[in-house]
């Protein structure tokens, strides 16, 4: 199995430090969300390691094995991510507390699917166009309250905001998220200032609060948004990476 892996400048092996994870989407590869995310640059400041992953091939096409349409792969890939953070805890000073995963359209999927499935070693994560199959919903069973955020348009032809047969809907994998960590049942609800009115769309922000362990659950909406990572394509308000890091 294949990775990308940025470490940044100022890494110092007697300092831990902080791991983010970042897959592609169904189709894509490591080299291509690595440079579209922008995540080199954030980690350069910010000061964390960032791993791209590359998703092996189903019927041709690169892919994360979450069941839904990839129901007919046979890849470890929740193994391929255990495996990968040891390694990489083995070769750099990594804080085991602080392992993050976040992915585009599929790799969004992924990251829920390592908060069902290997919440001992991810902190928390971020999904920007994905959402939950129903077999990662039926199989859940995170371990820790978790951070989840979630950024999706409401005009997404490809992952649908209502959900379909092969994936649940944004709001109820919210839902599912809340109940579990606890949050407050009404949001805190923010709109965001509409940067650039000719996109044709606008964002806003929800926020379920008050979690256990302190930890909430989040939603940016971006309305009448399609299948993009915000800030380098379609919605302009908003830069998907920046708000994943923050």
């Known amino acids: 199995r294949d990775y990308i892996i940025h470490i940044p400048n100022t890494y110092n092996v007697n300092n831990t430090i902080l791991l983010v994870f970042s897959f592609h989407g169904y ?37 994360w094995n979450v069941g839904g349409w990839t129901l007919a792969s046979s890849i470890d890939d929740v193994g391929f991510i255990a495996a990968l953070i040891d390694s990489i805890s083995y070769l750099y000073n990594i804080n085991l507390d602080r392992i993050y995963s976040t992915g585009m359209s599929n790799g969004g999927y992924m990251s829920f699917l390592l908060a069902c499935q290997l919440s001992h070693k991810i902190a928390a994560i971020a999904s920007v166009t994905g959402s939950m199959t129903p077999q990662t919903y ?65 964002v806003e922000r929800q926020s379920w609060f008050n979690g256990d362990n302190g930890v909430s659950t989040e939603h940016l909406k971006v309305f009448g948004g399609g299948h993009n990572w915000f800030g380098i394509s379609g919605n302009m308000d908003i830069h998907s990476s920046a708000e994943i890091w923050n």
């Open 138 to 202: 039926n199989q859940c069973n995170p371990e820790h309250p978790t951070p989840v955020l979630q950024i999706h348009g409401s005009g997404d032809q490809v992952v649908p905001y209502v959900g379909a047969i092969w994936s649940l809907s944004i709001n109820d994998i919210l839902q599912y998220w809340i109940n579990f960590n606890s949050c407050d049942a009404l949001p805190i609800t923010t709109s965001i200032t509409d940067i650039n009115m000719f996109d044709g769309t606008t």
């Open 27 to 63: 189709g894509g590869n490591a080299s291509s969300i690595m440079s579209y995310t922008n995540f080199n640059f954030i980690s350069d400041t910010a000061e964390f390691i960032v791993v791209y992953p590359q998703g092996t091939l189903l019927q041709g096409t690169t892919h």
